[in-house]
């Protein structure tokens, strides 16, 4: 069959969309579908015989990404052409919403995946009193969709019951192959300033204001007391990286990793801070928990629904109990060790061709249906 995965983000920006809509996007085609990829041209880069690319511009605050344009008549000349059976939005942008309105024309079901809960950023940017406004505007998007995907049956309730209709859970994986203990660097280590009875803690992904990077400095501000030696790693990059360092000259900035780069990185860690609220799933509580790495994070997201607290890591719901938990395992070596392995043998199950083939099936089953139009919601 032939599908479009329209995305404003995708590899090589490194953040959990872009690499979600990757491994859906290959997934389909390593089971033998033609897929066409529709996102933002980067500078003068030439499209693959798969891409279609469209105008952009850059993202406020946030080098190096970017956002679609709207492009209703290239997608239109492009589908009438090469007609999809089905097509899947990955964002609520620009690009996203033209491309939704085109796919409604021509008559080409509609699945959306609902990746990030733009309105929890808003009150680390000053503007909690338009998140309700927020949340509409998102129900409008996915709601005119034959499908919205999310990723825990806990995002799937809460939608539900803020008036998102056609709610589908489509899990998430984890590559097991890459992330896993045997990465363990002990060079790397040595290159951190950790030795084998050192305290390795680390914190992975976007430095930005609405993960909360705050409590995760408190965290480990209190825990170096426990640990003189402890070092903090951070991999990634984001506006307030720059601050951050400036705050604390002892941390350790590796900037963006990627694939085994990134997997010898969570390997050769002994604890992972995750005090980000504002996760639609967090991927990279999957990535640790593989790496065998134990694992501190809020109650919800992919900690929710893959991490058993006390047993394959803690899942907290306040501050005080997320700084608890980081000094717990900080001090209690034969715990984070029997954490991190529960972890590991806790996502084992969690493959990526599973998910692909109920993503396949999920398209196909919206194809098949071609002609019967739901009323969009309001």
């Known amino acids: 069959?032939?599908?479009?995965?329209?995305?404003?983000t995708y590899p090589p920006e490194v953040n959990g969309v872009a690499l979600t809509v990757q491994g859906l996007e290959q997934g389909l085609r390593n089971r033998g579908h033609a897929v066409e990829l529709?996102?933002?041209?980067?500078?003068?880069e030439q499209a693959l015989g798969h891409e279609l690319l469209v105008r952009g511009a850059a993202l406020p605050r946030y080098p190096g990404l970017r956002f679609g344009l709207p492009a209703p008549l290239t997608l239109a000349r492009q589908w009438q052409?090469?007609?999809?059976?089905?097509?899947?939005?990955?964002?609520?942008g620009p690009l996203g919403w033209s491309a939704l309105r085109c796919a409604q024309r021509l008559g080409i079901p509609v699945a959306t995946g609902l990746h990030t809960r733009f309105d929890e950023y808003l009150p680390d940017y000053g503007a909690a009193r338009l998140q309700?406004?927020?949340?509409?505007?998102?129900?409008?998007?996915?709601?005119r969709g034959q499908a919205t995907l999310v990723p825990t049956r806990e995002l799937q309730?809460?939608?539900q019951h803020k008036g998102f209709a056609r709610v589908r859970l489509l899990a998430r994986a984890v590559d097991t192959g890459q992330f896993a203990p045997r990465?363990?660097?002990?060079?790397?280590r040595r290159q951190w300033g950790i030795g084998d009875d050192g305290l390795a803690v680390i914190h992975v992904g976007r430095i930005a204001a609405e993960k909360n990077l705050e409590l995760a400095v408190r965290a480990f501000r209190r825990l170096k007391q426990l640990r003189p030696t402890a070092r903090f790693i951070w991999v990634g990059d984001g506006p307030l990286r720059g601050k951050l360092a400036r705050d604390n000259p002892d941390f350790l900035f590796c900037g963006i990793q990627r694939g085994e780069a990134l997997a010898r990185h969570f390997a050769?860690?002994?604890?992972f801070l995750f005090p980000s609220r504002s996760e639609t799933f967090g991927n990279v509580t999957l990535e640790a928990m593989a790496s065998g790495v134990a694992t501190v994070a809020f109650n919800y997201g992919a900690a929710r629904e893959h991490l058993r607290s006390g047993r394959s890591g803690i899942a907290v719901d306040s501050d005080a109990a997320f700084i608890g938990a980081a000094l717990q395992l900080a001090a209690d070596n034969e715990l984070r060790a029997l954490l991190g392995a529960n972890a590991c043998r806790a996502v084992q199950h969690l493959q990526p061709a599973q998910v692909i083939l109920e993503f396949e099936a999920l398209l196909q089953t919206l194809a098949s249906r071609t002609g019967e139009h739901d009323d969009a919601a309001a």
């Open 268 to 271: 050769s860690s002994d604890l």
């Open 132 to 143: 309700p406004a927020a949340l509409a505007w998102m129900r409008r998007f996915h709601n």
């Open 183 to 188: 990465r363990r660097d002990p060079h790397l």
């Open 81 to 92: 052409r090469q007609r999809p059976d089905a097509v899947y939005i990955a964002t609520e």
């Open 157 to 159: 309730q809460f939608l």
């Open 1 to 8: 069959m032939r599908f479009a995965i329209v995305t404003e």
């Open 38 to 44: 529709v996102r933002p041209r980067r500078h003068a």
